[in-house]
T-cell receptor, first 109, second 117 residues
Framework: GQSLEQPSEVTAVEGAIVQINCTYQ??????LSWYQQHDGGAPTFLSY????GLEETGRFSSFLSRSDSYGYLLLQELQMKDSASYFC??????????FGTGTKLQVIP | GAVVSQHPSRVICKSGTSVKIECRSL??????MFWYRQFPKQSLMLMAT?????????EQGVEKDKFLINHASLTLSTLTVTSAHPEDSSFYIC?????????????FGPGTRLTVT
């Protein structure tokens, strides 16, 4: 089976940097994705890591260490609009995508 | 590009009735569509995967006869919740992936909130 763990809630100050961690256990691994979801809305794709290392997309970066079964999403220069839930998702055996438990990020002034 | 729509966005139905939810890819051909459900403050749980023209593959624990999925064309998939009960109340989200898109890409619809009274 597959399981992913994330912190349930994180609070950070506007303009700061925040890191959201994700640890996973999977049968088969092809890559780790990150999604953002605002309350009542659809998830939107943020990033994908298939190989170890850091991927940067604007204010967002994502890191993967396959040997540690660990990844994180780094959000820089936080804005109020970044308040949302963030999900990591593993693409595993049979190309099945499993979502993590989600981290609710609250950005405060 | 890569827009997915769902209809309806909200639906309230009585216990025992059936509800159909549509998922459409508006500007690409969706070779694969996924159906998820999400309970409040919880993660997305994959219910089934459907490829155009093929029977859907259901996840363990998802009743095939209760959640009927049809993927009859490259732009439309439907989920029918049959004989709905209050415990079926949830947020149902579809996503789609099309030809030429990366294997890890999925484009999500805006979701359908189902309330069964």
């Amino acid at each position: 089976g597959q399981s992913l763990e994330q912190p349930s809630e994180v609070t950070a100050v506007e303009g700061a940097i925040v890191q959201i961690n994700c640890t996973y256990q999977t049968s088969g691994f092809y890559g780790l994705s990150w999604y953002q979801q605002h309350d009542g809305g659809a998830p939107t794709f943020l990033s994908y890591n298939a190989l170890d290392g850091l991927e940067e997309t604007g204010r967002f970066s994502s890191f993967l260490s396959r040997s540690d079964s660990y990844g994180y999403l780094l959000l820089q220069e936080l804005q109020m609009k970044d308040s949302a839930s963030y999900f990591c998702a593993v693409r595993g055996g049979y190309q099945k995508v499993t979502f993590g438990t989600g981290t609710k990020l609250q950005v405060i002034p | 590009g890569a827009v997915v729509s769902q209809h309806p966005s909200r639906v309230i139905c009585k216990s025992g009735t059936s509800v159909k939810i549509e998922c459409r890819s508006l500007d690409f051909q969706a070779t694969t569509m996924f159906w998820y459900r999400q309970f409040p403050k919880q993660s997305l749980m994959l219910m089934a995967t459907s490829n155009e023209g093929s029977k859907a593959t259901y996840e363990q624990g998802v009743e095939k006869d209760k959640f009927l999925i049809n993927h009859a064309s490259l732009t439309l998939s439907t989920l029918t919740v049959t004989s709905a009960h209050p415990e079926d109340s949830s947020f149902y989200i579809c996503s789609a992936r099309g030809k030429g898109q990366k294997i890890y890409e999925q484009y999500f619809g805006p979701g359908t909130r189902l309330t069964v009274t």
